[in-house]
């Protein structure tokens, strides 16, 4: 590189249990090139950051060289952006606490950025998505699990230790369900594509509302979502119960914040209005009167498969360039 | 321009329903002198504004003169800063909203700043108290009511309108007792002190038990707690209630924020360790896993009497410098 030239183009990163997705993105949020493979295939940490770094390295040398390539962001479940570390992540398949953004650096020779989805989701939104311009927001994660990062000032809170905006995990039921995380009543267990299925299995043993959902017995948020399309009165209902708890929850996390938008990502959200009328309406009611029509309620503007993407790629931009070739 | 005239003093105000603390403090938070006027005697903002502007004015010509004076900092309740207004405080004599920084500023010739109590007792803890040196922590403030603040990234969070840290009007019990705001169930009602006194009276009628408390000429926090060091077994239940619905509050909260401390202030906090202990252990049954055992929960080290007016201090000193007369 000479003293004249300037590196304008990005990797982002995002992993995901299932799929890890990667793309060239430049200074504007363009996505240049997208890939994917499966996580799955990598048991062992060393195979993926083989894998990832050998696809990264070709992606790069075919969308305008290596050397155009500034840094890297990547997006993880429980990725912590103080340590760089992927730290006791529930859903990955590499237990324990795994130095990612350390392993790709030594591979890749540049400077790698990491943190978990709920911080790049927000950064993805707050750069290019529903939070452009605003100074104080929340945006919220509803997918298997429920996270979600605040911005304060126009900057992400993270918190002491970087576990700051776990919604998921407040409680919103005395002796509610059981959660993963070993408490009883988090407000995931009631918000979450699981949680969602949960409330309909109970509404269909212990109510007689009429569903075609009755006729199956392995249905998955999806079908819920797609009977509610139909009118489907349990299905409805289900997403009612659903957006009550949400609005609940969503309320006591305002009430400290006080955000001017509340924005929904994940697959949950595609519920649309079926969930978001019922949870604006339990929100109004329980919110801190002086915060009362003033908050947003937003779905992303965003396509669920590239915000990560972008937000990782913005995360990239953060961190200071370094490269080992030079 | 030479000039030596560095100004190494500012004004801070303490403005409570019963009484005005106003008091010259230095640039170490030494406070030189202090004097007080009851805020009930003045129903009209206006009197007011000009009974505190000529009383502040004596206390300056008294420490060294009006212009060794940087400016005046002014904690109130429902203050904010971000307007420079009271907004409708239900315990101070003057209703709807008020321009109190203008209105002293016009009589001063000074700037003027204002916050509200709970942002300034958690600018006071992070300048002169425990939060020195913190970058992310409470400050819980449980008296009559229930407010916070937290920093964020080594600064005050206050929200898209100034209104953030409702702490005590998050939900803890849907459908619970009825609270000031109009809502029910909010956690104030079962930590503050109308709540304790509740408390102790559903207590004392839901069973025929002997206790202190039944011979008490009067039912407050203060009492109730000086029955516990007598070791009155229904005394300390109201306090064991009281701490379990404030610990489970405060799970929720650093479930949000991540902090590295919290730190509790306000007249509630004198009952110690039968507040304390309970409170403790509810936070540690309930907060999200990741921060179990990593949270520290400590009383202010502050003088109760002299927090407010360090915090308004640290406050003026963040305002540029204005003057009048020059």
Redesign the interface.
Known sequence: MSYKSIKTRVIGVDIKKDITTYAVVDIRGTIIAKEQFQTTDYPDISDFVSELSNRIISISEANGGYDNIRSLGISVNSGNNYTGCIE?AANMPWKGVVPLAAMLRDRLGMAVALSNNAHVSALGEFVFGSAHG????IVVTLGSGMG?C?F??G?A???????????G????A?NGRLCG???HGCLETYCSARGIEATAHELISTTDLPSKLREKSDFVLNDIIDCCKADDPLAVETMKRTGKMLG?GI???A??????AVIFTGRVAKAGDYLFEPAYESFE??V????KG?TKFLQSILDNQERDVLGASVLAWGIKEYSLFK | MLNNNTKSKVIGVDISSERTIFAVVDVRGNILDSDSIPTADFPDAQTFSTELSDRIVSMMEKNGGFETFHGVGVSTPSGNHLTGCIENAPNLPWKGKIELAALLRDRLGMAVAIGNDAHLAALSERVYGSGHGKKNFLCIKIGMGLGSCFFSNGHEHEGGRGYAGEFGHICYKEGGRLCGCGHKGCLETYVAHKGIIMTAEELMAESNEPSLMRSLAELTPRTISACCDKGDKMAIEVFRRTGHALGMGLATYASLIDPEVIILTGGITNAGKWLLEPANEAFEAHVFGNLSGKVKIMRSTINDEERDVLGASALAWREPEYSLFK
């Not at chain 1, 605003?134 to 927001?137: A, E, G, I, L, V």
């Not at chain 1, 009430?255 to 001017?260: L, V």
């Open positions: 006791n605003m100074k104080n927001f979600s605040f304060s000032r900057k809170h993270l918190g002491a230790d970087g576990f700051a905006g776990e919604i995990h407040t409680k919103v005395d995380c070993g408490h609940l309320a006591n996390y009430s400290i914040i006080n955000p001017e009611q329980r801190y009167k002086n915060l003033r």
